[in-house]
């Protein structure tokens, strides 16, 4: 029992209480060690170390990597920093992917939303230096080429740890940065060995060359879905062979010849005439195809000498039925690059974005298009990057 101005108080059995550090006890027993006084300076970086709220710019396979970093293996909300779906409220970007042209104004609007202080991670090759896409038309060469960047998380793609261990050094440079110092380099292999890829890619000296070896003997060998119908057993039969349109059964190709196709060729769709191709999609659509798989262009310059052609686009097109032993059924519409073809969304509604990223990259006008502008590249280009004449590494300023 316990006397306390003259009352006897009970003891309290704490055995069964959680585990309590006895520092703790000694500290709030002590007078006046219950209370510390600090800068508030430091108090403030103090709490902005320990709480970097993240708005994640993922554009890519990064991303990927970037949740598995926010998942319950890496958690990085035990170290204070939580993903946020906001810029207003966030005070780390983590760019995580490929930044096109179209998208760096995006981000940088969003960068500029964000409360100062404020801070960048580039996490991946990608958002680094564009790696692959570097010299590509759409793609900046480096996200700090809009934005600053205060750490780098090298790979392709970086694993979770090593997102981890971009945040802790940048924890480091936020406790410093009131010093006006830098964290210093590190070089520990165990950190670095972290930023490396799972598997080493083709032509990296840390690659193992058994593995390329694997890789090049498991290609040779042929899995039950690359057999053909001769060699598989009944059992392995899962649907009917697709029928191409350069295969077609005598009444659909009864159909295209209607339609003002004078050959099918072996190793092509036949040709349409402009004019016949959306009546021709109508009547397909009408026997069951109800399926748009796709619409594509290719631009053909001018040849000269004994193989002379005109400057021209081909559009070509592909429909499939549905279910058990579907059946494809492709054409082609050819042009010359001045002239337009007719619109197939009044027929499927799929056509809609599909012909406009047709005309987007390639060009093609497509008549009747109830919405015929850019879908992937900003509205102020005024030239289409997939055409043959077109300089894959253009200039796009001030962004690339």
């Known amino acids: ?10 003891v309290v059995d704490e055995s069964h209480l959680p585990y309590e550090h006895p520092l703790y006890g000694r500290l709030l027993s002590a007078p006046g060690l219950s209370i510390a006084t600090t800068a508030i300076d430091r108090l403030l970086e103090w709490g902005a170390m320990n709480s970097l709220w993240v708005f994640p710019m993922a554009t890519s396979c990064c991303g990927i990597e970037l949740m598995s970093a926010a998942a319950s293996r890496v958690d990085l909300d035990r170290m204070g920093t939580i993903v946020r779906a906001t810029p207003r409220q966030s005070d780390v970007m983590v760019i995580a992917g490929t930044i096109t ?7 940088k ?23 692959f896409y570097r010299n590509l038309y759409s793609v900046i060469p480096g996200i700090d080429t809009v934005l600053p960047v205060d750490v780098y998380v090298p790979g392709c793609p970086p694993n979770p740890e090593a997102l981890m261990h971009g945040l802790l050094r940048l924890q480091e440079k936020v406790r410093l940065r009131r010093e006006g110092k830098l964290p210093p380099r590190e070089f520990n292999p165990a950190t670095l060995a972290l930023t490396n890829p799972s598997i080493a890619r083709v032509g990296d000296p840390a690659r193992d060359a058994a593995l390329g070896e694997a890789q090049v003997a498991s290609a040779m060998v042929a899995s039950s879905l690359d057999k053909s119908d001769e060699d598989r057993t009944q059992d392995e039969v899962v649907d009917a062979p697709v029928v191409r349109a350069n295969e077609l059964d005598g009444d659909l190709e009864e159909l295209f010849r209607e339609h003002g196709v004078t050959e099918i060729p072996k190793d092509a769709a036949p040709v349409v005439p402009a ?9 397909l659509r009408d026997r069951g195809y109800r399926q748009l798989v796709y619409v594509a262009a290719t631009h053909f310059p001018a040849k000269t000498g004994a193989k002379a052609q005109p400057e021209r686009f081909e559009v070509a097109y592909a429909l499939r039925t549905v279910g058990k032993g579907t059946r494809l059924a492709a054409w082609r519409v050819v042009l010359a690059t001045d002239k337009s073809v007719s619109t197939l969304v009044g027929v499927f509604a799929g056509a809609d974005w599909q012909e406009r990223e047709q005309w987007d990259l390639v060009g093609v ?21 997939l055409r043959k004449d077109f300089p894959a590494d253009a200039a796009c300023p001030p962004w690339r």
């Open 275 to 283: 004019l016949r191709h959306v009546e021709l999609a109508r009547r």
């Open 1 to 10: 029992m316990a006397v306390i101005a003259g009352r006897r108080l009970p």
């Open 109 to 131: 609007a969003l960068w500029d939303q964000m409360p100062e202080p404020k801070w960048a991670i580039a996490m991946g090759s990608c958002a680094i230096s564009g790696d």
């Open 101 to 107: 042209v179209k998208m760096a104004p995006r981000v």
């Open 365 to 385: 006008r497509f008549e009747g298009h109830p919405d015929l502008r850019r879908i992937m590249l900003p509205d102020s280009w005024t030239v289409h990057p």
